[in-house]
């Protein structure tokens, strides 16, 4: 079991910074592949990054270029760091954890943060 708790949302005017934290509890924080998503307002819940277990990453297009997602798993956190913020970016964040074992895969989710960009 993996409980995530995500932090360091809030307001922040167009072109602005954030950095969004995802706090993980549990064993074997390194096996997991983490990924952060987004809602807006009356919009489907979309992936915004991930990082593999690996340290490999990708980005949605929308992203690419203005945000970098990491992890310390010492820390058994993962980060997102956002740059040069955009009003679209307005959503509620969620942090997401997954890993195959034994032939099933775990998918665990934190309950939120918000983000909102707005002058």
């Known amino acids: 079991q993996v409980q995530l708790v995500e932090s360091g949302g809030g307001l922040v005017q167009p072109g602005g910074s954030l950095r969004l934290s995802c706090a993980a509890s549990g064993s074997a924080f390194s096996l997991y592949g983490m990924g952060w998503y987004r809602q807006a307002p009356e919009k489907q819940r979309e992936l915004v990054a991930t990082?593999?277990?690996?340290?490999?990453?990708d980005y949605a297009d929308s992203v690419k270029g203005r945000f970098t997602i990491s992890r310390d798993n010492a820390k058994n956190t993962v980060y997102l760091q956002m740059n040069n913020l955009k009003p679209e970016d307005t959503a509620v964040y969620y942090c997401?954890?997954?890993?195959?074992?034994?032939?099933?895969?775990?998918?665990?989710w934190g309950q939120g943060t918000q983000v909102t960009v707005s002058s």
């Open positions: 990082i593999t277990s690996g340290g490999s990453t």
């Open positions: 997401n954890a997954g890993r195959l074992r034994l032939g099933r895969y775990f998918d665990y």
